[in-house]
């Protein structure tokens, strides 16, 4: 049962007035570390960016186990959330990926994945079709491979293009997964944001562009309006491989531990007193009695606009941009997003 927590102007979803913000019984969306590690070391990673960082010496490599890794999902699968099996390492590295994204889908639940894509082979690709993975999005940031090695210090540009050849070829007629590029914004590729756009937009599903994530906050979101609560505080369970929760996902190293959900249960941690208080503290105006929030803006950017474009469903946040060719929505589920709301469009669109 939904959870009634306090009177607010907006509901969880930032799609309207509402009279309350909902504490659902169980989150909307899971994220959690397989493994803590990466192929890439990439400037803009809060995470694997710097290699001298102390606190990602004493983070990599580890795992979680798959047996505590199937606890969770048996303890959330009446509730199907939308599942993604990585916070800020590379997903392909972990050793129990297969099984455990096949017990997710037996169990019924998306699965959507964040991947550089280098790693991909056939046998892999062929077992993401063949489990009906619902989403695969491979991050590539550039046009050319001279700002691919200023942004991700790599020039396997090529490579990343077949990566993404690969999925379409193998999944072929299948409707899923649904395959998806995306490039994140900051000074040394925003030239090629146009180009990257032109050049993806008729050959994957959608083109996702977002804004980089800094010291705290995101410098190329213009916030106005007063703020409000954190969405992501009512819909989305951040784990790393220990089982520490976070109270979001921008903590790449899980410093803001509000429970351990191999100890007290997912439940538990979600309902507990310390993302309880965290909320209310939210709701109250609070921001400086929660230092990991206080300066961060990503509160603004749950609110989309939508508008056909030609071929494409456009859908605009401050954060995010994604342009969805409307002749692929059909694998477009309501399991994939948070946003209820969404849907409308892309079921009225899909069945034309």
């Known amino acids: 049962m939904d959870q ?113 894509g280098l790693l991909l082979r056939e046998e892999l690709a062929r077992f993401l079709v063949d489990i009906k993975l619902d989403s695969i999005s491979i991050s590539i940031d550039a046009t050319t491979v001279e700002t691919l090695d200023k942004v991700r210090g790599i020039t396997k540009l090529e490579k990343i293009h077949n990566a993404v050849a690969l999925m379409i070829r193998v999944r072929g007629e299948n409707p899923l997964p649904r395959i998806g590029v995306s490039f994140t914004v900051q000074d040394t590729n925003k030239h090629e944001r146009d180009s990257f756009v032109a050049y993806w937009a008729d050959k994957v599903d959608f083109v996702r562009i977002g804004e980089l994530f800094v010291d705290g906050r995101f410098p190329g979101m213009k916030v106005d ?62 921001w400086d009695k929660v230092p990991f929030c206080k300066s961060c803006d990503r509160w603004a950017s749950y609110d989309y606009e939508e508008a056909i474009e030609g071929e494409f469903l456009v859908r605009r946040s401050l954060e995010y941009t994604y342009y969805n060719r409307i002749d692929r929505l059909k694998n477009w589920t309501p399991d994939l997003v948070v946003d209820a709301d969404a849907m409308a469009s892309v079921r009225e669109l899909a069945a034309e």
């Not at 309207?16 to 959690?32: C, D, K, N, Q, Y």
């Not at 795992?63 to 099996?85: F, G, I, N, T």
């Not at 889908?105 to 994945?113: F, M, N, S, T, Y």
């Not at 959900?261 to 965290?278: Q, Y």
């Open 225 to 286: 309006g007063e703020r409000r609560p954190c969405p992501s505080l009512y819909t989305t369970l951040a784990l790393h491989v220990n089982g520490n929760a976070s109270i979001c996902c921008l903590d790449g190293f899980g410093e803001t531990n509000v429970g351990n959900v191999f100890e007290r249960g997912v439940a538990d941690v979600w309902h507990g007193p310390e993302l309880t208080e965290i909320r209310q503290h939210h709701e109250n105006g609070e």
């Open 4 to 116: 009634k927590v306090a009177s607010m102007s907006q509901d969880t979803n930032g799609a309207g007035a509402s009279e309350t913000w909902v504490v659902p019984e169980f989150p909307r969306r899971v994220l959690m570390d397989l493994r803590t590690d990466c192929n890439l070391k990439c400037p803009m990673c809060i995470v694997h960016g710097s290699t001298e960082d102390p606190k990602l010496k004493a983070f990599l490599r580890r795992s979680v186990p798959l047996d505590k890794a199937k606890k969770v999902l048996d303890e959330v699968m009446a509730a199907r959330p939308m599942l993604q099996p990585n916070l800020w390492s590379e997903p392909l590295l972990a050793k129990d990926l297969r099984p455990y994204l096949q017990s997710a889908k037996e169990r019924g639940l998306a699965v959507a994945i964040n991947t550089n």
